[in-house]
């Protein structure tokens, strides 16, 4: 059974880290694109970045300097260090394995004063 489990989430001031994880079973890993994708309420949920099976990534132009994607195939699991977060960055976060419709439950991340 193909699972993603994504943690990490919480509340955060303006400025402020988190670093979400995704721990992925049933699926070839270390064979496997990852990526990550958010939602904010009232909107469509949008692409953030993914991490290929080669160590290539790449961020949507929103994120891109303030958050890395990074991978550890010895535990299956796939991070998304966010930092300089801003209240735009308000959203559930999913991981997904690339180019296939398998999606974790979500993380809340809310950035506010």
């Known amino acids: 059974q193909v699972q993603l489990v994504e943690s990490g989430g919480g509340l955060v001031q303006p400025g402020g880290s988190l670093r979400l994880s995704c721990a992925a079973s049933?699926?070839?890993?270390?064979?496997?694109?990852m990526g990550w994708y958010r939602q904010a309420p009232g909107k469509q949920r949008e692409w953030v970045a993914h991490?290929?099976?080669?160590?290539?990534?790449n961020y949507a132009d929103s994120v891109k300097g303030r958050f890395t994607v990074s991978r550890d195939n010895a535990k299956s699991t796939v991070y998304l260090q966010m930092n300089n977060l801003k209240p735009e960055d308000t959203a559930d976060y999913y991981c997904?394995?690339?180019?296939?419709?398998?999606w974790g439950q979500g993380t809340q991340v809310t950035v506010s004063s």
């Open positions: 991490i290929m099976r080669d160590l290539r990534t």
């Open positions: 049933g699926i070839s890993f270390s064979s496997s694109g």
């Open positions: 997904k394995v690339y180019n296939r419709d398998i």
